[in-house]
């Protein structure tokens, strides 16, 4: 009885307390690079805001806009705010959770080239918009090993052959070769580590060389149409363990030699995932255990680099524990993708219940054909739940396409998954609506911050629309940085309360926002800082007097105790958009899938 006791106890405040320290070296330093660092403290209370909305013609809604700060309540402002605000209270005596990493995106073969189309001078303005501390500073970036189904070539690298299908085993890997793609990406990472160092680098590989899987790559000639293509043995032959072995250490010894860290490695993008089309390959659990005790654990423990086990959907949770069971302690973290119709996060909290101090991520979701004219809630529905359910990371599907969402493989994979940078010529390009949502999370939460409980003040969830969503990190300089989802179509006025501080906050959260406040640590508050914040203020592009909708927030009260509200039309629709192929069946195998001790 005692220990089912202290087991249901404690265990919910000790769970997401695992820290990132173990996951290697960021490349950088720890924090660094940005507000809320410990050299770049918060010094006031500031607000920006990114409309939710996409607007016809560019650059007419909140991109990132300075909004109302929110205002330290001093007891002194007895006016009603009209409608009354929204209680936030946040956990920050026990409620200290996950450690941060950071956000961001996908490099893929596409990313690299339309951003290698840009004049010289664009490429470096838009690499600073994305990884500059002025710009979105995205601090978790993964990138394809070999090409993916945002490629317009396929290829690994070592086809031993005429083409990725092609090939011969080459058993001692003597002509393994990055290749002109795989050359480009190299170098583009390189450049990316100019612009922010401590960037968290992910590598996945959408398959193996043709010759270490069982049917080699078979590509339908004619999907659509429904062709039949042995798909059933895209599966890894696991009669090449070494050669996958030497496969990947050759890959992180080519990086490395061109000065480019690979901090975390997952073994295989959506390893259940066997008949895409375009490059992907079934690796079962046991496979990938044995690919890991059988020589890379080895390898990538000595280099430092975190193995993140799965990194596909939420509908099969048992794969990374098989992981974390097979090849015991070779696995560092767990990934998941947002994918499988809706994604379900509570699988992230079992998981953290049976593994603790194992560090979640949130890999891959895409924004599949964003509309204009329309709210787009993709990133936040990605980011926002896959945090309060322990993630310590999260990155979007690739990072920019040109305006057909290609270049990407003729043979299936994703026709409509838009870029967050959109390359339009050698002199053009755009930043999307995703850019900016992402600079909410990314530009101000920094490596190294913690992400603490949310006691009061969430409404809804990703699987719906009206909600309120709240996520709430302290940084390097005790500062806080919360991150609010507004999609209850009503401007909401938001009072702001912790467990452990006497400070309470009132400010407000635009109607169908992103907003995000920051709000200065104790300490900084206690000195009473005047003078001007020494912090580089993000971009504001938003001209406040060019459009109607303004950044200041709800109709003021009036204090006379008839607050009348505006009627709320509930929407039944979700706003969610599923990007990709419904489930896709596990293949026979002779592997089992366990029950969990816990
Ligand atoms: C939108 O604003 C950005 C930044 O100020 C600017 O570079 C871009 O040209 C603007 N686009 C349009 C269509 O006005
Ligand atoms: C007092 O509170 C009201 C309602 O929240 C708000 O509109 C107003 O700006 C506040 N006044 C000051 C001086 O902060
Ligand atoms: C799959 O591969 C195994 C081992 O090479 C072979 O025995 C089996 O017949 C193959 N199945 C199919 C459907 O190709
Ligand atoms: C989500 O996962 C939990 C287990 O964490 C399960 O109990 C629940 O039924 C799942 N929900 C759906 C809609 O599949
Ligand atoms: C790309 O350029 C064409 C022609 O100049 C223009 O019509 C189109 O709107 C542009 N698309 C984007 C996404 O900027
Ligand atoms: C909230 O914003 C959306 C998108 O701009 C708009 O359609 C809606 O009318 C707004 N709701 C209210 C109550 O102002
Ligand atoms: C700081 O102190 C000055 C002088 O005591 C006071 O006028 C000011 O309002 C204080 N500022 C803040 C942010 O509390
Ligand atoms: C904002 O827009 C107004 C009206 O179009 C213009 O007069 C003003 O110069 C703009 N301000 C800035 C900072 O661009
Ligand atoms: C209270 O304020 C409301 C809204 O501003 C107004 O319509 C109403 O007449 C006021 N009532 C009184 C008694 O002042
Ligand atoms: C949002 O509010 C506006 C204004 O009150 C209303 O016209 C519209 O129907 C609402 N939209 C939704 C999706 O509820």
């Known amino acids: 009885m005692l220990l089912i006791y202290l087991l249901t106890t404690l265990l919910p405040l000790l769970s997401f307390a695992q820290s990132i320290k173990n996951l290697g070296s960021s490349g950088g330093n720890g924090p660094s690079g940005g507000i809320g660092d410990v050299n770049n403290p918060v010094l006031k209370a500031q607000s920006f805001v990114t409309d939710a909305f996409i607007p016809l013609k560019q650059n007419t809604t909140r991109q990132l806009a300075h909004g109302k700060p929110p205002v330290l309540e001093d007891g002194t402002n007895t006016t009603q705010a009209c409608p009354p605000p929204r209680t936030i209270l946040i956990d920050d005596l026990p409620g200290k959770r996950q450690e941060m990493v950071g956000f961001g995106y996908?490099?893929?073969?596409?990313?690299?080239?339309?951003?290698?189309r840009l004049t010289p001078e664009l490429q470096d303005q838009v690499l600073k918009e994305l990884f500059s501390p002025e710009g979105n500073n995205m601090g978790m970036m993964r990138h394809t090993i070999g090409s993916s189904d945002m490629s317009g070539r396929q290829y690994s690298f070592d086809d031993n052959g005429p083409g990725?299908?092609?090939?011969?085993?080459?058993?001692s890997l003597s002509n393994f070769d990055l290749g002109e793609d795989g050359t480009a990406m190299l170098e583009m990472l390189a450049r990316m580590g100019s612009y922010k160092s401590d960037v968290f680098r992910i590598g996945s590989p959408w398959s193996y060389p043709g010759w270490m899987k069982h049917n080699g790559l078979f590509i339908a000639p004619n999907l659509d149409a429904g062709t039949s293509y042995n798909v059933l043995n895209n599966s890894f032959d696991r009669q090449y363990i070494p050669q996958a072995i030497e496969y990947f250490t050759k890959y992180l010894d080519a990086y490395a030699s061109r000065g480019v860290r690979v901090n975390g490695l997952t073994l295989m993008n959506e390893p259940l995932n066997y008949k895409g089309g375009y490059p992907c390959m079934y690796l079962d659990s046991a496979d990938g255990a044995d690919i890991l005790n059988h020589g890379l654990g080895t390898v990538l423990k000595d280099r430092d680099i975190a193995l993140l086990a799965y990194d596909h959907n939420t509908d099969q949770p048992m794969y990374p524990s098989q992981m974390l069971q097979r090849a015991e302690g070779y696995v560092d973290a767990a990934a998941w993708h947002c994918y499988a119709y809706l994604a379900n996060y509570s699988v992230m909290d079992d998981f953290n219940y049976a593994y603790p101090e194992t560090?979640?991520?949130?890999?891959?979701c895409s924004n599949y054909l964003p509309q204009t004219a329309a709210l787009n809630w993709?990133?936040?529905?990605?980011?926002?739940?896959?945090?309060?359910?322990?993630?310590?990371?999260?990155?979007?599907?690739?990072?920019?396409?040109?305006?057909?969402?290609g270049p990407h493989s003729p043979y299936?994979?994703?026709?409509?998954?838009?870029?967050?940078?959109?390359?339009?010529?050698?002199?053009s390009y755009l930043k999307t609506n995703d850019y900016y949502v992402?600079?909410?999370?990314?530009?101000?939460?920094?490596?190294?911050?913690?992400?603490?409980?949310?006691?009061k003040g969430n409404e809804g969830n990703h699987l719906?629309?009206?909600?309120?969503?709240?996520?709430?990190?302290q940084n390097p300089d005790r500062s806080w940085a919360i991150v609010f989802v507004n999609n209850l179509?009503?401007?909401?006025?938001?009072?702001?309360?912790?467990?452990?501080?006497?400070?309470?906050?009132?400010?407000?959260?635009?109607?169908?926002?992103?907003?995000?406040?920051?709000?200065?640590?104790?300490?900084?508050?206690?000195?009473?800082?005047?003078?001007?914040?020494t912090s580089t203020p993000p971009f504001a592009l938003y001209n406040a007097t060019s459009t109607a909708a303004g950044p200041t927030g709800a109709g003021g009260g009036k204090g006379n105790g008839s607050c009348v509200l505006p009627p709320v039309t509930l929407s039944t629709t979700s706003s969610a958009t599923s990007s990709t192929t419904p489930l896709i069946p596990v293949p026979h195998t002779i592997n089992v899938i366990e029950q969990n001790v816990l």
């Open 464 to 473: 719906k629309p009206n909600q309120f969503n709240l996520i709430a990190a």
């Open 359 to 364: 560090p979640q991520f949130m890999t891959e």
């Open 489 to 533: 179509n009503r401007t909401e006025n938001v009072r702001l309360e912790f467990t452990g501080s006497a400070n309470v906050w009132e400010g407000v959260v635009p109607n169908s926002t992103v907003t995000t406040w920051l709000i200065p640590a104790d300490e900084v508050l206690r000195k009473n800082e005047t003078g001007p914040s």
């Open 378 to 405: 993709q990133v936040v529905n990605a980011f926002v739940p896959a945090v309060q359910h322990g993630a310590a990371g999260a990155s979007m599907w690739v990072l920019a396409t040109d305006p057909d969402f």
């Open 106 to 116: 996908s490099w893929t073969d596409s990313s690299v080239e339309v951003l290698n």
């Open 438 to 455: 992402v600079g909410q999370f990314s530009r101000f939460i920094r490596r190294g911050a913690f992400n603490y409980r949310v006691l």
């Open 412 to 427: 299936g994979g994703c026709a409509g998954c838009q870029g967050a940078i959109i390359v339009n010529s050698s002199t």
């Open 164 to 171: 990725f299908n092609e090939g011969q085993p080459d058993l």
